[in-house]
């Protein structure tokens, strides 16, 4: 068996999903960081994979990094998991594979529109064998329309939802966010609804079929900037010439550069806000109905202001007054703050070869525990026998 996540409390209750069994079909980042979540929370997680190179994220690398021949990336998102190499195109593997489905909790697949259907595992056919499970699909852009078809990777899919047009200044051009946000709330979106099918299941006995996919999670994503959209005049919302953070809010919401590094300044009064940093220029703009009209030439003299004195000094003056303000921390910084430490929020992985990988632990915590494994992620079918003898697969694919 893996080794489930280990709260940080002698004492403390089985964690939430321990003792059901979660089959993980998907590749690269969505689903595979969904099937994580559950790991984290007590699961058992096998991962069914090609026999030859397995899920294709063990080679895709946003680094050099690598673990054990494979990219840091590919053992971030598939920790504490066990892998089962099966070829799904083999009538004897696909057998077994059957086999195992009729045990399981929980189906996860990223697979294209079909692709799971001409294997003989769509859903209808899944609960043909198990009308218990609960079975996740992920698509880029719906299993309909004319986009159904188009590969599902996470800069195509902001760009297509207008999330690029919300960040940088005005004279930017669009600015895609830096991590993969859009696999990222897919995953997070449909580990929430496998484990609302799963409170149903434990009233009802049925198993149920959740979808999801990247441009719905990403226009979610957006909820309040497309909802003033729909509500308002419906012209693509302007971003500010300077320190633009939000298109809707007014300033002197943003990041500004001070002598010697940058103040991330929220919502907050315009005239409060001069009369603490001693910029007289602000005080005309006492009216907050000229916070959002004049929000250019208000962040302009902010800007011009705050580069006279250091991050500190401005921080020693806003932050006894109340002032929502912050730092903005570059990582080694952060890595050496007391406040980062306090949330202990990093953990080490290792292969069964010794092989080690620091990275971020679940950031859920269950009765007051920390949820941490060791368990890095599997070699290619790692697991293949033990779970064949482990669920008696072996004899009845005899």
Same mark, same amino acid.
């Given at each position: ?76 998102? #598939? ?30 697949? #990223? ?13 209808? =056919? ?69 484990? =609302? ?11 149920? %079929? ?20 729909? #509500? ?11 320190? #633009? ?119 859920? %915590? ?19 026998? =033990?779970?064949?003898?482990?669920? %008696? ?6």
């Amino acid at each position: 068996m893996n080794s489930h996540p280990t709260p940080d409390s002698a004492q403390s209750l089985p964690l939430p999903l321990d003792g059901l069994l979660v089959l993980d079909f998907s590749q690269f980042l969505a689903g595979p960081s969904c099937a994580l979540r559950l790991a984290d929370l007590g699961a058992t997680v096998i991962k069914i994979e090609r026999p030859e190179g397995g899920d294709l994220c063990r080679q895709l690398y946003i680094s050099d990094l690598e673990l054990d021949g494979d990219s840091a990336l590919f053992h971030t998102i #598939n920790r504490n998991k066990r892998s089962f190499a099966a070829d799904l195109k083999s009538p004897r593997d696909l057998d077994v594979v059957r086999k195992l489905i009729a045990r399981a909790d929980v189906l996860v697949q #990223n697979f294209r529109p079909g692709v799971m259907e001409r294997l003989g595992l769509g859903y209808e =056919a899944v609960q043909a064998i198990n009308p218990r499970l609960v079975y996740g699909a992920i698509t880029g852009y719906g299993a309909e329309g004319p986009w159904s078809g188009k590969p599902g990777q996470d800069l195509l899919v902001q760009s297509l939802s207008g999330l690029p047009w919300l960040s940088g200044d005005a004279d930017d051009g669009p600015v895609p966010v830096g991590v993969a946000i859009a696999d990222i709330l897919t995953g997070a979106h449909l580990a929430q609804g496998i484990l =609302a099918c799963l409170v149903r299941r434990g009233i009802t006995g049925q198993g149920g %079929r959740v979808d999801v996919s990247l441009l719905e999670s990403t226009l979610d994503f957006q909820f309040q900037e497309i909802t003033t959209y729909l #509500n308002g005049d419906r012209t693509m919302p302007r971003r500010g010439k300077f320190s #633009n953070a939000s298109v809707y809010l007014s300033a002197p919401y943003g990041i500004y550069l001070t002598r010697d590094g940058f103040i991330a300044i929220a919502m907050n009064p315009v005239g409060k806000l001069g009369e603490l940093i001693g910029c007289p220029a602000l005080a005309e703009y006492a009216d907050s109905k000229r916070w959002f009209v004049d929000r250019d030439p208000i962040k302009q003299i902010l800007r011009d202001h705050l580069l006279t004195e250091s991050t500190t000094h401005w921080l020693a003056i806003l932050e006894p007054a109340d002032v929502w303000c912050a730092d903005v921390l570059t990582w080694p910084r952060l890595f050496e703050h007391d406040g980062f430490k306090a949330l202990r929020i990093i953990q080490e992985v290792e292969t069964e070869s010794g092989a080690r990988l620091q990275t971020t632990r679940c950031p859920v %915590r269950i009765d007051g525990a920390i949820l941490a494994s060791r368990v890095a992620a599997p070699k290619v079918g790692q697991h293949t026998r =033990a779970i064949m003898e482990e669920y %008696r697969l072996a004899q009845e694919a005899e």
